[in-house]
């Protein structure tokens, strides 16, 4: 054992079964200090008595009260590594504990002596680095939930690989059928009266829309796989992976706005883009460039929702910046900025500059993951990033993207997508 292990506090493994309990003693006591707890208020007279390390605290069913441990642990012991011991079938508690603070890392039943010894080692060198400099090890920890997420999501997407598969094959099928669309109108027209009213005004829909439906469920079945296929790339920037490929941001616009628009229809809100009905190339990938408008699109629609106005709005619009010294930015190359609006209630002071923080959301169901993820994209591909917002006024975003060929100018006039 090493001297700094001589010198940690010890590790705590709290565990309501005794054989666990005395698998780990026996696998880890000559590596390192232990304390091991039945119950969590053996566990909790544990804390007030002795500073911890790492704290491994075991969900299980017949013992329901992890959760609460952990909350104690985080409030009275700050400085401890909380670490969640539970099963690959529960993963709410996982992603709850993590998304919370709660945990920095998690591990699977049954553990494994291979796994498990450098997770406490890792641990322990954290614990021993936040008495040092709390701040350090706060910035450690968060990257750490990060990686946790990482690697939760990961498998998640891996079992989605064959149901998402059979829905682009269904996607795929749809857009065939709906090419009979026009034929099943001129049939309306002529032998309409011999179904219901009900019926005919369905099938009248159907001949309409089922084109456009195809297209934005193969177009999001597409961003599905891109995500699936590039998670390894999570958190590699582009420079390291390769270079940002040239894209045409229109048909993703039209997509964003599509699949935002039935959220908003729910909370009667209007969700339109408005801007030039032809842009130029852009720097990024399609899948970067959905994620950050429709993360930016869903949170206007949110706070679109609670406006005190008669309907809430949300509008996207698009224009070429220049490379020009006289500009907010001071851009070195000419961009394209992107604007969503709405006119919600706007965000307090002290909370909006705390937006694009991972893990930091004001929803009561969200993740902070979104915003964060927005910023993170657009500084990979060397564009900028804004949010202004004013009380019972609305609040604005702003991001610019690097244009692919310097110089391109819109050449249309202006249009809405309603």
């Given at each position: 054992?090493?001297?700094?292990?001589?010198?940690?506090?010890?590790?705590?493994?709290?565990?309501?079964?005794?054989?666990?309990?005395?698998?780990?003693?026996?696998?880890?006591?000559?590596?390192?200090?232990?304390?091991?707890?039945?119950?969590?208020?053996?566990?909790?007279?544990?804390?007030?008595?002795?500073?911890?390390?790492?704290?491994?605290?075991?969900?299980?069913?017949?013992?329901?009260?992890?959760?609460?441990?952990?909350?104690?642990?985080?409030?009275?012991?700050?400085?401890?590594?909380?670490?969640?011991?539970?099963?690959?079938?529960?993963?709410?508690?996982?992603?709850?504990a993590v998304n919370s603070g709660l945990v920095s890392r998690y591990?699977?039943?049954?553990?494994?002596?291979?796994?498990?010894?450098?997770?406490?080692?890792?641990?322990?060198?954290?614990?021993?680095?936040?008495?040092?400099?709390?701040?350090?090890?706060?910035?450690?920890?968060?990257?750490?939930?990060?990686?946790?997420?990482?690697?939760?999501?990961?498998?998640?997407?891996?079992?989605?690989?064959?149901?998402?598969?059979?829905?682009?094959?269904?996607?795929?099928?749809?857009?065939?059928?709906?090419?009979?669309?026009?034929?099943?109108?001129?049939?309306?027209?002529?032998?309409?009266?011999?179904?219901?009213?009900?019926?005919?005004?369905?099938?009248?829909?159907?001949?309409?829309?089922?084109?456009?439906?195809?297209?934005?469920?193969?177009?999001?079945?597409?961003?599905?796989?891109?995500?699936?296929?590039?998670?390894?790339?999570?958190?590699?920037?582009?420079?390291?992976?390769?270079?940002?490929?040239?894209?045409?941001?229109?048909?993703?616009?039209?997509?964003?706005?599509?699949?935002?628009?039935?959220?908003?229809?729910?909370?009667?809100?209007?969700?339109?883009?408005?801007?030039?009905?032809?842009?130029?190339?852009?720097?990024?990938?399609?899948?970067?460039?959905?994620?950050?408008?429709?993360?930016?699109?869903?949170?206007?629609?949110?706070?679109?929702?609670?406006?005190?106005?008669?309907?809430?709005?949300?509008?996207?619009?698009?224009?070429?910046?220049?490379?020009?010294?006289?500009?907010?930015?001071?851009?070195?190359?000419?961009?394209?900025?992107?604007?969503?609006?709405?006119?919600?209630?706007?965000?307090?002071?002290?909370?909006?500059?705390?937006?694009?923080?991972?893990?930091?959301?004001?929803?009561?169901?969200?993740?902070?993951l979104g915003l964060y993820q927005c910023k993170r994209l657009i500084?990979?591909?060397?564009?900028?990033?804004?949010?202004?917002?004013?009380?019972?006024?609305?609040?604005?975003?702003?991001?610019?993207?690097?244009?692919?060929?310097?110089?391109?100018?819109?050449?249309?006039?202006?249009?809405?997508?309603?």
């Open positions: 054992m090493s001297t700094t292990s001589n010198q940690a506090h010890p590790v705590l493994y709290i565990d309501g079964q005794e054989y666990n309990r005395q698998a780990f003693s026996l696998s880890f006591q000559e590596q390192f200090p232990l304390l091991v707890a039945k119950t969590t208020e053996e566990a909790l007279e544990i804390i007030a008595k002795t500073p911890i390390s790492v704290a491994i605290v075991d969900d299980c069913p017949q013992e329901p009260t992890a959760q609460s441990l952990l909350q104690t642990l985080r409030e009275k012991r700050p400085e401890t590594i909380r670490v969640l011991l539970t099963t690959s079938a529960n993963l709410s508690p996982i992603l709850k591990i699977l039943k049954p553990w494994k002596l291979e796994e498990l010894t450098p997770i406490l080692r890792w641990s322990l060198e954290a614990h021993q680095l936040g008495l040092k400099d709390d701040a350090v090890q706060s910035r450690l920890l968060e990257t750490e939930r990060l990686v946790t997420l990482g690697s939760i999501g990961a498998g998640v997407l891996h079992d989605l690989k064959n149901p998402l598969a059979y829905l682009s094959y269904n996607c795929e099928r749809i857009s065939q059928l709906a090419t009979a669309g026009p034929a099943l109108g001129t049939l309306l027209v002529n032998h309409g009266e011999s179904v219901s009213p009900r019926e005919r005004s369905l099938l009248h829909s159907l001949s309409e829309e089922l084109t456009q439906i195809g297209e934005d469920m193969t177009a999001g079945c597409e961003v599905l796989q891109d995500l699936t296929s590039n998670l390894a790339a999570f958190s590699k920037p582009v420079s390291e992976t390769t270079s940002a490929p040239s894209l045409s941001p229109l048909p993703i616009i039209r997509y964003a706005v599509s699949v935002t628009r039935g959220s908003a229809l729910l909370s009667r809100c209007k969700v339109q883009y408005t801007g030039p009905s032809t842009l130029p190339t852009i720097k990024i990938g399609r899948t970067q460039l959905t994620q950050i408008l429709v993360n930016l699109l869903d949170n206007a629609v949110w706070a679109a929702a609670t406006t005190t106005e008669a309907r809430g709005t949300v509008t996207l619009s698009a224009s070429v910046v220049p490379n020009s010294m006289e500009t907010e930015e001071h851009l070195p190359t000419p961009s394209l900025r992107f604007i969503v609006e709405d006119n919600g209630p706007g965000i307090p002071e002290e909370i909006l500059n705390q937006l694009g923080t991972a893990f930091f959301t004001t929803r009561s169901k969200g993740t902070g500084a990979e591909v060397d564009g900028t990033f804004h949010i202004e917002s004013l009380q019972e006024r609305g609040t604005r975003v702003s991001f610019t993207l690097p244009l692919d060929q310097p110089g391109q100018k819109p050449c249309a006039p202006p249009d809405t997508l309603n």
